[in-house]
């Protein structure tokens, strides 16, 4: 089988059959870096369009927990994930601390645009792993591909031939890294990235992100799925009139509990004040 025939094939002759074989493909040299990188993404946007709503256990510190260890309970719903907070610092809330959650709770119910507005921005939060993938195959070099455990390893630096549209992408373009792909499923296991030296947006009139800024993400199979476990940032540089860049997070998350069906937001809300795997 050559290397054209596994990129495009592979998901329509069936996963298993062909990871069998994936020890004797390797040392034949019958799969390169970026057809495994294309058939992992295609796995998996697939996996994307038919997600699963969730509600699991989340524990962050970041800008928008104050730089506070925050644990929440995250449920999914259709218009953006809900956050009951439980906890700070390891430290159970006090009687007023909960009624000021209850009271937020009441808030979203009252002003859902509001929420939506406020949940997108979230999610923006965790799209550098997105954004790495969608440019992975034609903005960098996909090379020293070997076997690691139960993953594929794969390591990534820029491409030089490739020229980014926009400061983000210019960011991504920049770090170099590596990514591990699950061999059984070609499921993405985990990415992380980071920049070697500093990266300059309009020759560094208009910002600069600092050499070692990096991310990474990680996904666990839970129940037949595989889901985002650990999302880590750290983004450092300056902008235009010494204005501080910083894009720092650390989430891991656990307990998950999969839902029959997509909630919507008041059911969501009621479901978010009950602890993770009680009814």
């Not at 596994?6 to 970026?34: E, H, N, P």
């Not at 294309?38 to 996996?47: G, N, V």
């Not at 799925?225 to 540089?237: F, L, P, Y």
Request: charged letters at 25%.
């Amino acid at each position: 089988m050559n290397r054209r025939s596994f990129g495009t094939g592979m998901v329509g002759m069936g996963v298993c059959g062909m990871l069998s074989r994936a020890d004797r493909l390797w040392a034949q040299g019958g799969v390169s870096a970026k057809n495994l990188v294309q058939t992992m993404m295609a796995r998996e946007q697939e996996a994307e369009q038919q997600r699963p709503f969730y509600k699991y256990l989340s524990m962050e510190r970041s800008e928008r927990t104050g730089g506070a260890m925050w644990t929440e309970i995250v449920v999914e719903s259709s218009a953006g994930r809900v956050r009951f907070l439980t906890a700070v610092d390891g430290q159970t809330l006090s009687p007023d601390r909960v009624r000021q959650e209850r009271g937020r709770m009441a808030a979203i119910l009252s002003d859902p645009h509001a929420f939506a507005s406020d949940a997108k921005a979230q999610m923006e939060d965790e799209a550098h792993a997105k954004q790495m993938l969608q440019i992975l195959p034609k903005a960098y070099v996909l090379e020293n591909m070997r076997s690691e455990g139960e993953d594929w390893r794969v390591d990534f630096r820029p491409d030089p031939a490739y020229s980014p549209s926009g400061m983000e992408e210019k960011v991504m373009h920049g770090m170099s890294g590596f990514l591990l792909v699950n061999q059984k499923q070609m499921r993405l296991h985990h990415v992380e990235g980071s920049l070697p030296q500093d990266v300059s947006i309009g020759f560094g009139f208009l910002a600069t992100v600092k050499a070692g800024s990096r991310f990474s993400s990680t996904k666990e199979p839970s129940g037949g799925q595989w889901r985002t476990v650990r999302v880590v940032s750290d983004i450092r540089g300056k902008a235009a009139l010494f204005k501080t860049i910083a894009k720092n997070q650390d989430v891991t998350r656990s307990l998950f509990q999969r839902l029959d069906a997509a909630p919507n937001l008041q059911q969501a809300v009621a479901m978010a004040e009950i602890p993770v795997g009680q009814a």
